[in-house]
């Protein structure tokens, strides 16, 4: 939860990165009108890993979408992996399913550049992560 307390994140809305790289999201509250929506910081959404992986794949299928249709060559987010620039993984921030297969949105160390990663990726490069990520994000029913 953000904010706002007692109340969830209703959707993420925009994306800003201020000085210094820190990253800051526009938030719609549940329960609460749009004069109410608020930027947060990332660490104040700590419960919404989910919708900010949605939020970053949907960003990602939009701005294709928006090269393709002015006749450019589609760019491939990323070309070059962090895996493959060096980049070491701090933690698995969300996780989305994008068009069938799952996908990682992974922060990396000493940086504020987030990723979104394959989930077949992220098991062979970082599989401590990922036991880590679903360990803590794994909801249990219990069934008489």
């Given at each position: 939860?953000?904010?706002?307390?007692?109340?969830?994140?209703?959707?993420?809305?925009?994306?800003?990165i201020?000085?210094?790289?820190?990253?800051?999201?526009?938030?719609?509250?549940?329960?609460?009108?749009?004069?109410?929506?608020?930027?947060?910081?990332?660490?104040?959404?700590?419960?919404?890993?989910?919708?900010?992986?949605?939020?970053?794949?949907?960003?990602?299928?939009?701005?294709?979408?928006?090269?393709?249709?002015?006749?450019?060559?589609?760019?491939?987010?990323?070309?070059?992996?962090?895996?493959?620039?060096?980049?070491?993984?701090?933690?698995?921030?969300?996780?989305?399913?994008?068009?069938?297969?799952?996908?990682?949105?992974?922060?990396?160390?000493?940086?504020?550049?987030?990723e979104?990663?394959?989930?077949?990726?992220?098991?062979?490069?970082?599989?401590?992560?990922?036991?880590?990520?679903?360990?803590q994000?794994?909801?249990?029913?219990?069934?008489?």
């Amino acid at each position: 939860m953000g904010k706002k307390g007692e109340y969830d994140v209703e959707r993420i809305i925009k994306k800003r990165i201020l000085r210094g790289g820190k990253i800051e999201y526009f938030i719609k509250w549940e329960n609460y009108p749009d004069s109410e929506n608020t930027w947060e910081p990332e660490e104040n959404l700590e419960n919404s890993k989910d919708l900010i992986a949605e939020f970053e794949a949907k960003r990602e299928s939009e701005l294709k979408k928006q090269q393709k249709s002015k006749g450019e060559e589609p760019y491939d987010f990323p070309e070059v992996s962090g895996f493959e620039k060096g980049f070491e993984p701090e933690k698995i921030v969300g996780a989305t399913d994008n068009g069938g297969s799952i996908k990682f949105l992974i922060k990396w160390k000493n940086t504020d550049d987030m990723e979104l990663v394959p989930n077949t990726v992220a098991r062979q490069k970082c599989p401590h992560l990922v036991i880590k990520f679903y360990e803590q994000n794994i909801k249990w029913e219990n069934t008489p």
